[in-house]
């Protein structure tokens, strides 16, 4: 009887002495997201600290949203997907510009719209396999857009490209290799690639912006694994207004 209450005892005092740890390094796993752009892991990630420059809005006068459904890691039920950018409020036809300089990568100012019960089966193979698969979302979903590689020029530890998407027109001269300057115009505001578009009319015109940041081994976007509480004021970070 003796050595089973001695062995209750020192079990007690161990489990004790082991929980403060395991909370203490719980706690050191998981630092908070705060100033960060992006964070996936405490080897992945970028600090607004680590930024070489501020970018410029893509639109003048129209300010990143503060609501999070417009803003990075919302849910898009329609497509089975991740909003992987910033849906600005700009009006149809609105300038938008280079946030800061770089080269086209991309730029299809050919693009049509398909009509609404194509654009609608696009919509059901994202449903069906449960991911927007990459040539729906860059070729039919995003319409008229421009894609500009700005290399290392905004942060030395990935290379940076931005996107603009949804646009109505793209100038002559914005084409793949061309050097764009911070604040020139790439294109208008528009609706090609949503379901408005694929109606033809004017209505839901806005900017879908991205910026993507390339590893050698992976592409992350701003704002990825950035918990609500922080998103808006961290991509404010980037932003120089």
């Avoid at 654009?119 to 994202?126: E, R």
């Avoid at 995003?142 to 996107?163: A, E, P, W």
Wanted: hydrophobic fraction near 35%.
């Amino acid at each position: 009887m003796k050595i089973s209450y001695y062995m209750v005892v020192l079990t007690l005092f161990l489990g004790a002495c082991v929980a403060p740890t395991a909370s203490i390094d719980l706690e050191a796993e998981t630092p908070s997201r705060e100033n960060f752009l992006f964070y996936i892991n405490k080897n992945t990630n970028l600090h607004s600290s680590e930024l070489l420059q501020k970018i410029k809005l893509p639109s003048e006068d129209y300010v990143v949203p503060s609501i999070l459904n417009l803003l990075p890691n919302a849910k898009r039920e329609y497509r089975a997907g991740t909003h992987e950018g910033i849906d600005f409020s700009v009006p149809l036809n609105a300038p938008v510009m280079a946030v800061a300089s770089g080269t086209v990568v991309r730029s299809n100012p050919q693009h049509i719209d398909v009509d609404i019960d194509t654009y609608n089966t696009f919509l059901a193979t994202s449903t069906q396999l449960n991911k927007t698969p990459d040539d729906i979302y860059n070729y039919i979903l995003l319409g008229k857009s421009v894609v500009i590689d700005h290399g290392y020029t905004i942060t030395s530890k990935f290379r940076t490209i931005s996107v603009y998407a949804h646009l109505s027109n793209i100038p002559e001269g914005i084409v793949p290799g061309a050097q764009v300057e911070q604040g020139s115009i790439i294109g208008l505001s528009g609706n090609t690639g949503t379901s408005d578009g694929a109606l033809k009319n004017d209505r839901g015109a806005h900017l879908h912006w991205e910026m993507h940041f390339d590893s050698a081994s992976d592409r992350y976007f701003l704002g990825q694994n950035i918990p609500p509480n922080y998103l808006y004021n961290n991509i404010e970070l980037l932003f120089d207004k």
